[in-house]
């Protein structure tokens, strides 16, 4: 059978936008003249620079000093701000829920990363570089979640962020209690189930500390889902909490305190403005949407003034999107808070500096700050106006996404798409399609 030769080229992932390798990464770059949110100490600098260098931050300012050979970027007129943060996604993965069991923090979301994810390459067009990806709300206790840079045509261990503080997934509501045939089935029997396992790690540890003080008979059966309770119990591995009503967050941030350790975050948190003051004293931060409400009835008594009153009470606030779509705009729903009285800079603080802050990150993420990861976005214009587009997308000091670029793969997709479509053509003009079709 005659079948047409066609040139393609080895990219990754193998679909449209692969990348043939991964972008280089300068020793030096510089942006010149451009208004940057620093988003940290020194806020917002109009006419300013931003220097990198090996994927790190060196500075920020006016009228800096960059080494022989930098690449230089003019970006007058532009806006230059941190990578975007979602606290909160499930793309990227093959498996999201493990509901055979109530309780699996031992399952690690981690093991599913996969590349093959054209949202990343959507989101990086939106200016998001870093991106918490977490385990389905089917359990009280679910599995660990997955911290991810946006490094789109690498493999999937290439994606997870180095050295990122280790976080499991918990929900509270009608989600976990609703899989027919399983313990809990009801909001008390949820609490329940989870000190139930907690007072059971404890246990579990005593016996491996009585064996190991004696060295007498068997030791103890190794139990990976007690062991990963107990790192929850001794605060290495945080809890981020799905759910919505303010009495389920209290209890659940109350249990803990029983337990001698603190919750991270809570998430979605429609209510949780209605508690800001006791998450504000017990240190939990709280990951909510800008608008999102009214869509079943433990959502219903939303406010799109949650935000602030969160923020105004001295909680970590942060914003987050809980969809692959709405993820690769996170500028946007950012925006939408500044209609609640919200300034620019702690409008966009909620998808940068403070939504690292929420999940732990901090040290790496959300800021232009020295010794930062240089991970920044240079955008049209204002990057809270849904009229700004972003321009570049840079994760690590590599420039993953620029309009220029995109403009240049859209040409060689199209190109491709005809050469696959004048292949079928030429096959099923020499009476070959029916050879095709038996040779499987």
Known sequence: MNIPEIDLPFIRPMMEFGRSAIPEQPAAVVVRNATVWSQGPQGQMENADLLVQTGKVVAVGPDIDAPRGAMEIDATGKHVTPGLIDPHIHSGVTAINESGFAIVPEVRMGDVVTHNNIWMYRQLAG????????????NPIGGENVFVKLRWGS????????????TVKFALGENPKRRQGRYPDT????????????????????????????GEGIPPRRDLRMEAIL?????ELLISSHGYRADEFLALVRLAEEFGFRVQTLQHGIEAYKIAPE??????????????????????????????????????????????????????EAGKLLRTGLTHEQALSTVTNQAAKAVAIDFRVGSLEAD????????????????????????????????????????????????LIQAILSISGNGNMRDLRGSN
Not at 127 to 137: E, F, M, V
Not at 155 to 166: I, S, Y
Not at 231 to 235: E, F
């Open 155 to 166: 493999l999937p261990e290439d994606l997870k962020l180095e050295g990122a503080p280790r």
């Open 279 to 332: 998450l504000a004293a017990s240190g939990v931060a709280a990951v909510v949407w800008s608008d999102w409400g009214g869509f079943k009835m433990e959502a219903y008594d939303a406010s799109v003034y949650n935000a602030r009153i969160l923020i105004e009470a001295g909680v970590v606030t942060a914003l987050h999107s809980d969809n692959n779509e709405i993820s690769s705009r996170m500028n946007w």
């Open 127 to 138: 200016g998001l570089t870093t991106a918490h990806i977490k385990h389905g709300s089917a």
């Open 372 to 419: 930062k990861d240089a991970d920044f976005v240079i955008w049209s214009g204002n990057p809270l106006s849904q009229f700004t587009r972003a321009e570049q997308t840079w994760v690590d000091g590599r420039r993953y996404f620029s309009l220029e670029e995109d403009a240049a793969m859209r040409e060689q997709i199209d190109r491709e798409r005809t050469q």
């Open 231 to 235: 790192d929850i119990l001794n605060q």
């Open 187 to 214: 909001r008390m029997g949820t609490q329940e189930i989870i000190r139930d396992h907690f007072l059971a790690a404890r246990d579990y540890e005593r016996e491996w500390q009585r064996w190991e003080a004696s």
